[in-house]
């Protein structure tokens, strides 16, 4: 049980915060406990996320310990429009990172595109991790999937599942931009290039980023 004015004024801060009132108690009890929550874990990777692509995608979107949007305009004629999400699904300490990309296009010829790059990352990609990890839905506005169930999960160490999330958005951008500029002509070869270069880089220490002073300005902002 709480006092009244306990309650409310927890209530209020929920409000100012975007969350709500169990979330922000567990998040108090954790910080004088010296824990640190899923959710706090989750901010911090996606506010390192929009760092890390501050001067390369514009952030359309982000819900707090919850979600990020990036959007761009394709290099292709009439530089239509594809959208980057990345959230975090599942509960509590079980929760783990799932890439979204999709465009709303109805051009039968770029839609076309989009299932010929996808499905040279999906062969990449199903040398590599489980199938049930990647999906490219062709018939709901073509929609690519990309699941991280273990190196994307909120257990492992943030600068690690930042890095990866990183890692892997850029290698998918870079692809994506090299397809489109070249109309799918003769890249397999380089996306594949790419491809490799992301495989390469998760064996390499994460790179520093502003991780933990994410952390504890988090803390410190109680």
Do not use: W
Not at 129 to 138: A, F, G, P, R, V
Not at 207 to 219: H, S
């Amino acid at each position: 049980m709480l006092f009244d004015e306990i309650v409310e004024k927890i209530d209020q801060m929920a409000y100012v915060n975007y969350t709500n009132r169990s979330q922000l108690i567990n998040e108090i009890l954790a910080e004088h406990l010296g824990l640190v929550t899923p959710e706090q874990k989750i901010q911090t990777i996606l506010e390192t996320l929009k760092e890390n692509f501050s001067d390369t995608l514009s952030v359309s979107q982000v819900n707090k310990n919850s979600s990020i949007q990036f959007g761009k305009s394709l290099k292709y004629k009439y530089r239509p429009k594809v959208k980057y999400s990345i959230e975090f699904v599942g509960v509590g300490g079980q929760k783990y990172a799932v890439l979204k990309i999709s465009s709303r296009t109805k051009s039968v010829e770029l839609n076309h595109h989009f299932d010929e790059f996808f499905r040279i990352i999906c062969e990449l990609e199903a040398k590599h991790i489980s199938k049930d990890e990647i999906i490219y839905e062709t018939s709901a506005n073509h929609k690519f999937v990309r699941e991280f169930r273990d190196e994307g999960s909120v257990s492992r160490d943030v600068k690690e599942v930042s890095s990866l999330l990183t890692n892997y958005l850029k290698m998918i951008d870079a692809a994506m931009d090299i397809y489109f500029e070249h109309e799918g002509s003769d890249v397999e070869g380089d996306i594949k290039q790419l491809y490799q270069n992301y495989l390469d880089s998760k064996h390499q220490p994460p790179a520093k980023t502003a991780d933990t002073r994410m952390l504890t300005r988090t803390a410190s902002a109680r």
